[in-house]
């Protein structure tokens, strides 16, 4: 499944890097503890969190995660933004809460990058 | 990564008590100059996610300081190094789960009582030196 799909089917309005939605993305990490995410291993992950502050950016950085949506309109603060921009980080927002986004994603297919750890 | 590129290189940077807006610059700086080294992507998310709970750590817990990251062609040396409260007991310090982290600190999604094992797992040679009053010194190495 590609970042366009997961825009479209979550409804999520794009705030940076909109030229990288062809993006495959193969597991999700779902949190709001960033030291969880960080753990966090393998290729084409995408971030679902409620957490709406910097270090959600530092933490996608860190793990190389290449895209994050903020749940529940927690629409992210410029700075935010600013900051994905710069590490080429997808950065999208949708309405829905967080366990519909994961619930969703779950029936489309995708699954959690978490469980072997 | 091939040992002939890698000329020994030391990076340094200070660690600001409670600038949590700056938590991360350290980890990224250091993730920036592996990349250009060329280094593998796997030992570059090592150290970076060592480097940054080191970092955060240190926002959260010290009083403030020092990160030195020594790059040679065999290994990555990370030296953290703070003054403040210290931890009295390491062992529990080290239990997944545990932590002295504020209610503000964990409503910013740290403090969850990982980033000391989290930082143990990123290495391949981990060790802690601290006390109650006297600071905390950290050592890592991942090999190359």
Redesign the interface.
Known sequence: MDLREIKELLKCKVLANDDKLDMQVDCICASELMSSVLTCSGNNKLLVTGLNNLQVIRTAEMSDIPAVIFVQNRKPSAEIVELAKEKEIVVMYTKYSLFTVCGMLYQAGLRSGQDDN | MTTEKIRPLVLEYTIVSGD??G??KA??DV?RCLSQLGCQ?EVI?RV??AT??AE?NMIIHSFGGKITIYISSDNIRILCEDTGPGIPDIELAMQEGYSTASDKIRE???G?G??LP?MK?CSDFFCIDSGEGQGTKVEMVINL
């Open positions: 949590f807006a938590g991360g980890a990224s993730k992507s998310r970076a996610v940054y709970e955060m910013m999604g740290f969850a990982m980033g989290n797992n």
